[in-house]
Structure formats: C-alpha cells, structure tokens
C-alpha cells in the first residue's frame, strides 16, 4: 500500500457545488496531516492542517478518520478560483520528512 | 520577508554538464528539503537536512548532492545532468512543533530544468 493515495481526478463541478476529496495513508502513527493546493505551474502552498479529528475554514473543512485511515476535504459553494490541484500530506514515520500524494485535480467553471 | 528563494528560475542543460541549485529561506527555520516534481509522481524527495550540518538521503537521491551551507541555505548539485533528471525542482523548509509534530513547510517557486 502507498503511504499517501488520492484519486487524481479530475473533478469537473460548476461554481456554487460542494465537492469532497479523500485521502488516505498507511503510517497509523502520524499525529498531523495537511492540505496543500497547488495551482499550475506554481509551488504548493498550506491550505489547511489537521492535527486532531478535523478543522474549518470557511468554505473548507477536513476531517479525519483515523480507524479507516483517511482524510477530507470538503469545498463548499466552489469558487472559479479554487480550480487547482489539492495535495494530501502525511508525516512520513519519524515524522521529519512529509510524504505528499499525487494530488486531486479540481476545476471548476461558470 | 521573502520566504524561501530559489535560483535560477528555469536551466537548460545537455547531458553530462553540472549545476548547482540554490535555495535560501530567511524564516530560521532548522529543517530544509529538495524534491522534484514529475507529471502523475507527485512531489518525491531528494534530499533534507533536519538541522544546520546534517543531510540526508531521501527517496530519489542517486545523481545529486546537497551542501547546507548555514541555516539559511541549502543547496542542490547535479554532476553530470541526464535527461531523467528534467523535472522541476522545489525547495521547501520547515520547523518542528514543540510536540514534535512536523509542523507547515513553505515552499519555493521552483526551478525548472531541461537536460537534452
């Protein structure tokens, strides 16, 4: 099993949909996981962490599921602009190192 | 703050010749990391460099080497460039939490390499 899968997508929603992504990683001991976005041709940039069962921001919430070893994202009231690839980031045992998915694309249009 | 800088924003190479990357973050972070990013592969690590003075092998590290020259720079050699090292590569640092958590890394804009 990959330490960190994501269904690559892409997810095509219109603007105003609620989409959801999952994620789910192998090391059972990882305490803290994140959402990275990326848009094209740019670096990664933090979206959200999560360290305990989820975390809200605004039109974003991530959860957590640690039994089945997943987590969420969910987009609320999409924005043309939220169009970006979001990456799922797990600790890699011993917790220096991060392990990144592949990513989940997302667009979204008028 | 400038965050984490990296040179040159883009290199083209032919097969054998060397370059070195450079990256430097003004964030005194002690953790700092080269990844290379490749279409359908995701971000895969080269190098890191927990603190000032150590570096180690990540998972693609054959064909590089790295200097953490101070705390604030860290830096990326390829010695004889093959065209399987085309990709884009990051630069990112990072802290560790009190609790030990592996906390936000910031990134780089990246540097794009072509090796013909």
């Known amino acids: 099993r990959k330490e960190v899968e994501q269904d690559p997508g892409p997810f095509n929603v219109p603007e105003g949909a609620t989409v959801a992504f999952n994620c789910t990683y192998s090391n059972s001991a990882s305490q803290s996981f994140f959402w990275y976005r990326q848009d094209c041709r740019k670096e990664p940039k933090l979206l959200m962490s999560?360290?305990?069962s989820g975390n809200e921001d605004g039109r974003f919430t991530a959860q957590l599921n640690r039994a089945s070893q997943y987590i969420s994202l969910l987009i609320r009231d999409s924005k043309l602009s939220d169009s970006a690839t979001y990456l799922c980031v797990v600790p890699h045992t011993g917790f220096q190192k991060l392990v990144f998915g592949t990513g989940t694309r997302l667009l979204v249009s008028p | 703050n400038a965050g984490v800088t990296q040179t040159p924003k883009f290199q083209v190479l032919k097969t054998g010749q060397s370059m070195t990357l450079q990256c430097a973050q003004d964030m005194n972070h002690n953790s700092m990391y080269w990844y290379r990013q490749d279409p359908g592969m995701g971000l895969r690590l080269i190098y890191y460099?927990?603190?000032?003075?150590?570096?180690d092998k990540g998972e693609v590290p054959n064909g590089y080497n790295v200097s953490r020259l101070n705390k604030r720079e860290f830096s990326l050699r390829l010695e004889s460039a093959a065209p399987s090292q085309t990709s884009v590569y990051f630069c990112?640092?990072?802290?560790?939490?009190?609790?030990?958590?592996?906390?936000?890394?910031?990134f780089g804009p990246g540097t794009r390499l072509l090796v013909l």
């Open positions: 999560v360290y305990s």
């Open positions: 460099s927990a603190s000032e003075g150590t570096t």
């Open positions: 990112a640092s990072s802290e560790m939490g009190a609790s030990g958590n592996q906390e936000t890394q910031y």
